[in-house]
C-alpha cells in the first residue's frame, strides 16, 4: 500500500516492467517543471481517494501547469504532472488471483465544459454535478479481446506491487484503444456499497463470499 501511495514510485516501476503509463515527472520546489506535453494533469504525488484533484487539475498550456503546480506546493511538497489521456475511463478490480467483472466510468452526464475525470467531487460531493456526471456501470461494454488485455495488465500490474488479497487497477483506453495505467490502488474502498462489492456481485460473488475469499487468502 504504501509503494502505491507514492505515484511516481510506482509509476517508475510499472514503467520498468514495460506495462503502459503516460508519460509523467515530479514538480518539486525550486526545481524545472516536467515536460509531458499538454494537456496534463497535476496530482498530490503521495495521496488517495483523489484528494487535490480537481477540474482545473488539468492543464493545457505551460504558463497554466505552472500556475496549478505553484498553488498546489502550498499543501504539498511533490506534484505529479502527467500526460492527460483523453478516452474511456475503466476500473479493474482483482479479487484473489481473479479479475473480477470491468467497470466503466460514464461520463455522459458530465457538464460540457468539464473535463472527463474522477475528481474529488465526483467521489465525496453526493448529489454534485460530478458525482452525477461519473456514473460507474459494471460490466463495462468492451470487445472481448480488450477485456482480456486489460485484465492481463492490471495482474501484470499487481504483481508488480506485490499485491495480495484485493486491488483495483484504474486505466484509461485511449481513441486508438491503447490501455494505459493510470492508479494501481491497493486499498480501495471495501464497503458493501462500494465499486470493488458491486464488481464481485456481477461475478456472482456476494459480500460475505468477498469477505471470506479476502481473509482465505490472507
Not at 509503494?3 to 524545472?32: E, W
Not at 493545457?60 to 475511463?89: C, N, P, Y
Not at 467531487?121 to 456514473?135: A, F, I, M, N, P
Amino acid at each position: 500500500t504504501s509503494i502505491c501511495l507514492r505515484k511516481h514510485v510506482i509509476n517508475t516501476m510499472l514503467d520498468a516492467a514495460h506495462l503502459p503509463v503516460p508519460r509523467f515527472g515530479v514538480a518539486r520546489a525550486g526545481s524545472p517543471l516536467p515536460s509531458v506535453g499538454y494537456p496534463a494533469i497535476c496530482k498530490p504525488a503521495a495521496e488517495d481517494a483523489s484528494l487535490g484533484v480537481e477540474q482545473r487539475s488539468v492543464v493545457k498550456s505551460a504558463r497554466a501547469l505552472h500556475a496549478r503546480v505553484t498553488a498546489m506546493h502550498e499543501e504539498w511538497d511533490d506534484v505529479i504532472v502527467q500526460r492527460f489521456i483523453a478516452g474511456r475511463e475503466v476500473n479493474v478490480g482483482i479479487l484473489g488471483n481473479q479479475v473480477l467483472p470491468i467497470a466503466e466510468i460514464d461520463f455522459s452526464a458530465m457538464p460540457d465544459e468539464y473535463w472527463r475525470i474522477v475528481s474529488y467531487r465526483s467521489k465525496w460531493q453526493t448529489g454534485s454535478d460530478e458525482d452525477l456526471g461519473s456514473v460507474p456501470h459494471c460490466p463495462a461494454d468492451l470487445p472481448d479481446m480488450l477485456t482480456a488485455e486489460l485484465g492481463r495488465i492490471a495482474l501484470a500490474a499487481w504483481r508488480v506491487v506485490g499485491g495480495a488479497g484485493y486491488g483495483r487497477v484504474d486505466m484509461r483506453i485511449d481513441e486508438s484503444g491503447q490501455p494505459w495505467i493510470l492508479e494501481v490502488n491497493a486499498n480501495p474502498d471495501f464497503a458493501p456499497t462500494a465499486g470493488l462489492a458491486r464488481m464481485a456481485r456481477t461475478a456472482g460473488i456476494d459480500y460475505a463470499a468477498m469477505v471470506r475469499i479476502v481473509c482465505d487468502e490472507a
